[in-house]
């Protein structure tokens, strides 16, 4: 695999995050044409990571699912949904952290050994739950951040300290309403995610995916009863903040953390 084209989107991915934290610095300063030149310079990075992927994952043997392959392709996906939604909704900021976290996961790739040894070739109902679970997991990813960037202008409002880039982020009500818009859309992918794994996996209690299960699980229930907590409750600030981080962190112990035991330790 030619090494040009990942190192090219890789510096194009921190330029324009470069960009957006240059941006998100200016504060009210800041001018739309700033904002189109960064998300341009990132969507033009996403297009060289998908060709990086396409031919690293979609092997003659099947998929190849490798922890690397598979951690760039959810950063490749958060930064695609990032930088999509950004064009109509304020939310570029976020790009801050994706990008460079997806420059990151594609170095990596880039950088792994794996040449399709470990391909698995599976049936349509497998990919179609493999590719619930990405999408899934990156726009809760997405929403994690976004309940911390929400955490950090509540701080500053409530110490009465408006200025800086806060100034420059979208209003208090706005950042909720994205956030549980993400944790919605989110939930209902991970629903169908849990839904397809226990259709077309033979026994998803099996011993190398029940870790796996029950996190996901896990992960589903705290994700839940944050919905719930808004519908009844109307939670929202510090607790939908606490919510959100919990079970993302349930979450991402599920998908990587396995797979992280099973690829680098048990192997």
Known sequence: MNVLLPALSVILYLVSAGLLLRRLASGIEATPRSKHIALGLGLVAAVGHTASLYGNIIVPDGLNLTFFHVLSLTTWLAAILVLLSAL???VENLGIAVLPLSAAALLLQALDAGNGANAVNVGVGL?????????????????????????????????????????????LQTMEVLLFRMIGLGYILLSLSLLTGATYIEDIFAQHLVHKTVLSIAAWVVFATLLWGRWRFGWRGRTAVRWTLSGFVVLMVAYFGSKLVLEFIVA
Request: no cysteine; glycine share 4%.
């Open 88 to 90: 109509k909704k304020p």
């Open 127 to 171: 990919k179609a739950h493999i590719l619930l679970s990405i999408f899934s997991y990156s726009l809760l990813t997405i929403a994690a951040l976004q309940a911390l960037l929400l955490a950090i202008q509540t701080r500053h409002l409530r110490n009465r300290h408006p200025g800086g880039f806060i100034r420059a982020l979208p209003p």
